[in-house]
Nanobody
Framework: QLQLVESGGGLVQPGGSLRLSCTAS????????IAWFRQAPGKEREGIGC????????YYHDSMKGRFTISRDRAKNTIYLQMNKVTPEDTAVYYC?????????WGQGTQVTVFS
């Protein structure tokens, strides 16, 4: 059964940083690119970026403007999303999934709230 679990969300001040985690089986992470998404209130879910299974390539949506970085810790079966210089517009529920998407149940994701 395919399972990916997001964590690390919380409250952060504007301009601050936060690191989200996406944990899955080593087989899943080894076999598929992993992508991060987010959905803000009243908006469609949007892609943030993606990292290839062998870490050769990392891609980011242009709208992220270089503030987000995706990385991997193979020993921990974890894909990270490092968020820097956050703004209130980054407030959203963040999700991870394989690319192409195989996780049918997107679950609850992890909530990031940017506030002063």
């Amino acid at each position: 059964q395919l399972q990916l679990v997001e964590s690390g969300g919380g409250l952060v001040q504007p301009g601050g940083s936060l690191r989200l985690s996406c944990t899955a089986s080593s087989a899943t992470l080894r076999s598929y690119p992993i992508a991060w998404f987010r959905q803000a209130p009243g908006k469609e879910r949007e892609g943030i970026g993606c990292i290839s299974s062998n870490d050769r390539f990392t891609y980011y949506h242009d709208s992220m403007k270089g503030r987000f970085t995706i990385s991997r810790d193979r020993a921990k079966n974890t894909i990270y999303l490092q968020m820097n210089k956050v703004t209130p517009e980054d407030t959203a529920v963040y999700y991870c999934n394989t690319n192409p998407a195989m996780r049918r149940d997107w679950g609850q994701g992890t909530q990031v709230t940017v506030f002063s």
